[in-house]
């Protein structure tokens, strides 16, 4: 793929101003018909996230029309992935053995402890009592399961000045993106004692293990990958609105005649959608959306919340800042977003306000985006026919076909490299013209 740019933002959303600069100077040089901003989601470091680029890129050249001109820009900001989370096609990375599709056993290791301390500077000392715990897993002592989640409420709390503060969650009627999960600040040992037990049952139904039932500590390390997640969430909002946007406006008036592309995966697909937020609303330069296994809500794009019909989402009408459509790709094979995602955000929120079942809490990349009106549904094969998508809008796509594989409670969260997604990236971008 070339040309190829890295675009590199900090956790406030701050920019690399060179690598902005090199690609304001050379998109127009090279004569770029498309520039395709791809930004990853769980991620560990900027090898990880090359490597998903240049896979998932690969096909795109051969795919390109007479006279286009594609050029890349890889997305890089501070995300993080357990270890024992695989990528399909990708090396496992290394971790201490553990059971078959369940997170390793006990503790954490090294690089999870490293990368942990990274994404939470100032808190080293909270990290190592986290692992220490996970490792000793005391039972039959409520007082260390209330700990472990005073000690996650430490490690997600905000400094007042911080600007994730600013940026708005999903849907109206959540509590501030700042927020810690009230599932972190239980009433009591025995209230924690039900947190860790809830998140281990969850862990049963997404990676079931006949041999071994997951045990108390099982759902308390399963609640700290929930709660780094809660947290990567709320940076992909505030890289998105107060990092890429404006970058992606400098870009546009340095590029004029170079069309921008936004893809995202998982949280990725957030950061990218929550940059249509920094923009003008006439200003016509995205010219497609692509959002791949998108965690964020299924509710961020609507007008009316079906709870509450006098809130709306936080990206409601952002469609129309897009020139072609706003793609959603979603898949049933994603544990993440199947069983964990609905969890964690359901225990961010106040009990009292939920409705009965799930379907409130889902994610975008579960099972598309609702309750826009007009926003169409089509499988993958559909959505790849001619003409098939919408020149404008919403759009669903279900890509199980594709994505299917991967293990563990995660499933196919990862598994996006595939020449058929692709296709549907550049179809998407012509549908605008």
């Known amino acids: 793929m070339s040309p190829y740019w890295e675009l590199t933002f900090d956790a406030e959303g701050d920019v690399n101003a060179g690598q902005r600069s090199r690609i304001e100077r050379q998109a127009a040089a090279e004569g770029v018909t498309d520039l395709l901003f791809f930004s990853h989601g769980w991620n560990n470091d900027r090898s990880i996230a090359t490597r998903l680029y240049s896979r998932f890129f690969a096909p795109f050249p051969g795919l390109a029309e007479p006279g286009q001109k594609l050029g890349y820009v890889g997305v890089l900001w501070p995300a993080m992935r357990?270890?024992?989370?695989?990528?399909?096609?990708?090396?496992?990375?290394?971790?201490?053995?553990?059971?078959?599709?369940?997170?390793?056993?006990?503790?954490?290791?090294?690089?999870?402890?490293?990368?942990?301390?990274?994404?939470?500077?100032?808190?080293?000392?909270?990290?190592?009592?986290?692992?220490?715990?996970?490792?000793?897993?005391?039972?039959?002592?409520?007082?260390?399961?209330?700990?472990?989640?005073?000690?996650?409420?430490?490690?997600?709390e905000l400094d007042p000045n911080n600007p994730t503060r600013d940026i708005a969650p999903d849907m109206a009627d959540e509590p501030a993106a700042a927020a810690v999960p009230l599932a972190l600040a239980a009433d009591s040992d025995a209230d924690a004692e039900a947190v860790f037990a809830e998140f281990a049952a969850a862990l049963d139904q997404a990676a079931p293990d006949p041999q071994r039932p997951a045990a108390l500590w099982d759902g308390g390390r399963e609640l700290l990958r929930q709660a780094t997640y809660y947290a990567m969430k709320r940076r992909a909002g505030t890289i998105g609105q107060r990092g890429l946007g404006p970058a992606l406006i400098r870009i546009a008036k340095a590029a004029p005649d170079a069309r921008q592309h936004l893809i995202g995966h998982s949280f990725g697909a957030r950061l990218v959608s929550y940059a249509l937020r920094a923009l003008p609303a006439t200003a016509g330069q995205v010219g497609s959306v692509t959002l791949l296994q998108g965690a964020f809500s299924h509710y961020a794009f609507a007008p009316k919340l079906p709870h509450d019909k006098g809130q709306s989402g936080a990206l409601n009408g952002m469609q129309r800042r897009v020139a072609g459509p706003v793609v959603s790709c979603y898949s049933e094979h994603d544990g993440a977003l199947r069983t964990f995602y609905p969890l964690a955000a359901r225990m961010a929120r106040d009990d009292q306000s939920l409705l009965p079942g799930a379907d409130r809490w889902g994610a975008i990349g579960f099972a598309g985006i609702k309750a826009v009106t007009g926003c169409k549904n089509l499988t993958l094969k559909e959505a790849l026919a001619e003409d098939a998508l919408p020149a404008k809008g919403c759009v669903s796509v279900n890509a199980a076909a594709v994505v299917k594989r991967g293990g563990g409670p995660v499933g196919a969260h990862s598994d996006i490299c595939h020449k058929e997604l692709a296709r549907l990236v550049l179809a998407a971008g012509r549908a605008g013209r």
């Open 82 to 156: 357990f270890t024992d989370e695989p990528i399909p096609d990708f090396p496992a990375a290394a971790a201490p053995p553990g059971r078959p599709g369940r997170a390793p056993d006990p503790g954490l290791d090294e690089t999870t402890r490293r990368v942990l301390g990274a994404q939470f500077p100032g808190r080293v000392h909270t990290v190592a009592r986290i692992s220490e715990l996970l490792t000793e897993r005391p039972e039959g002592e409520p007082e260390r399961y209330a700990e472990f989640l005073r000690l996650l409420r430490r490690l997600l």
